[in-house]
């Protein structure tokens, strides 16, 4: 491929581009009104605006952007992620107009974008699964049915959905119709599909995912593991890899698992699969995402390897260079999604100028984003700013190093999730690796933020206090009679 379009927008479009740019292949963006001053417009070699702010007037239209690819001249089309990147009928009209889709095949998005169809195919390859359903839930009465079976509590979950939508926890038998309703009334609304399912509720899980490549001749291979439990509102704010609780026979175990789910949908370039993981280290199945993650760094970080460099490689036809043998894992990594929302009132987004936008810097910092100060953060797209990575040969250089990373980078003029990730990396429950997808609900309350807030406000003022007194402290005369100087002197 000589020339890409990248059918996104900040930092993941910014990240794209860097990586073509280092294997010699021009990009080409795509922008809304809103982004036409955005980093990611004037690094690309072109640019062209395809509509107003709102992203279905713009980064979801699909034909207007394959369109736009073909006049330009472009080989391929890199999604990013979200907007059109696990869209089928999009990796479909790429093809169908010869212009090579930077991603899976639309039936490897078809097969791991419906949860059913997803968990019949891993099926196949005896992959774990949470006890429950792998079919639609017909009506009250099968639903009522595999309740029994299965047991409370339970967890009713959208076939098509994410980020929680669609999905009810069930205590008691008397409360499972009303919660089936809703179920199904919020997927139908959210997801143009009202299938549910039904699987046993795993009560503290880790969130748990293997991230995998693989090519069109066959090659697979996982690069081991990211924790994501840190979430709020079903979506994550903090990833690290490798585990903290991971044996290297359970890992072992996952990554076979997780190649086994991509051999199902025959899968090619760069996909993740997640697991719940109880207590006991039982790991269970839970669904594809069949795109590059946002926390796709940790993984490059610990392997060395680019993901989206691979990704171009898979879709220009050519083999994975490297085999699972060849694969180490490489100290331990941490990010820290940085998102304009106010952790002191429920993560509700936030929108406002960048008047202060100081990144930081030093020994294994990574930041990709794609804002400049003075920037505006728009209210149509997604909060996310950019994304903060730190990296050490020990877990506990890497919190070391991001808490460091976190007091220097300075953002004023919008709330941020920076407190939020400082307070949370250095909590005792993750320190000692000891938490799970209930991290916020068991341990946060805005007013342990606010008084984690002031505590550092005072260590740093005793500390300027100090700096200021040894600043203006007058000089002790130097002790003559020690001199070398004078030593010398006499010696002459």
Excluded at 97 to 117: D, Q
Excluded at 292 to 316: F, N, P, R, W
Aim: glycine share 8%; with cysteine; proline share 4%.
């Amino acid at each position: 491929m000589n020339k890409i379009l990248v059918a996104n927008r900040g930092e993941i479009a910014l990240r794209v581009m860097r990586s073509a740019r280092e294997m010699g292949i021009q990009t080409v963006a795509v922008y809304s009104e809103a982004d036409a001053t955005m980093p990611f417009v004037t690094f690309a070699d072109e640019s062209f605006c395809i509509g107003p702010a709102p992203s279905s007037e713009s980064y979801l239209l699909g034909d207007k952007i394959i369109e736009v690819a073909l006049a330009c001249g472009a080989d391929g089309i890199h999604p990013g992620y979200g907007f059109l990147s696990e869209n089928a009928g999009f990796s479909d009209a790429c093809q169908k107009a010869g212009i090579k889709f930077i991603g899976p095949t639309a039936h490897s998005i078809e097969t791991m974008g419906s949860k059913i169809a997803a968990k019949q195919s891993a099926k196949k390859f005896d992959v774990p699964m949470v006890p429950g359903t792998d079919s639609p839930i017909q009506d009250v009465a099968e639903a009522k049915e595999i309740a029994a079976r299965t047991g409370f509590p339970l967890l009713i979950k959208a076939s098509a959905g994410g980020g929680g939508k669609g999905m009810r926890i069930v205590h008691h038998m008397e409360e499972l119709e009303e919660q089936l309703n809703m179920a199904k009334s919020e997927a139908l609304n959210s997801f143009k599909d009202d299938s549910v399912f039904i699987e046993k509720y795993v009560g503290s899980p880790k969130h748990i995912e293997i991230q995998i490549l693989g090519d069109t001749h066959g090659n697979y291979v996982y690069l081991f593991e990211r924790e994501c439990s840190i979430q709020r509102r079903h979506q994550k704010l903090v990833e690290e890899a490798p585990s903290s609780c991971l044996t290297p026979e359970i890992r072992k175990a996952m990554g076979e698992c997780a190649v086994n789910v991509g051999r199902s949908c025959d899968y090619h370039g760069a996909g993740t699969v997640e697991f719940l993981v109880d207590n006991d280290l039982n790991f269970y199945f839970l669904e594809m995402n069949t795109r590059l993650q946002v926390e796709h760094c940790v993984t490059e970080m610990i392997t060395g390897i680019d993901l989206v460099k691979e990704q171009i490689y898979v879709a220009d036809g050519k083999a994975l260079s490297f085999t699972q043998d060849d694969l180490n894992i490489n100290g331990h990594a941490i990010e820290l999604r940085i998102c304009a929302e106010d952790p002191l009132n429920n993560f509700l987004p936030d929108i406002g100028k960048l008047e202060v936008y100081k990144r930081p810097q030093g020994a294994g910092i990574r930041v990709d984003d794609g804002y400049e100060e003075g920037m505006e953060i728009p209210i149509y797209y997604d909060p996310m700013i950019g994304k903060l990575v730190a990296w050490g040969s020990t877990r506990s250089e890497a919190i070391d190093r991001l808490t460091r990373a976190i007091e220097e980078f300075r953002i004023n003029g919008i709330e941020t999730t920076l407190p939020f990730g400082k307070w949370a990396i250095n909590h005792e429950a993750f320190v000692k690796g000891q938490f799970d997808t209930h991290f916020i609900a068991n341990y946060y309350k805005p007013e342990l933020l606010e008084q984690f807030s002031e505590e550092q406000k005072e260590i740093a003022a005793l500390i300027a206090v100090n700096i200021f007194k040894e600043k203006t402290e007058q000089p002790k005369p130097l002790n003559m009679s020690t001199s070398k100087w004078k030593n010398r002197s006499n010696m002459r």
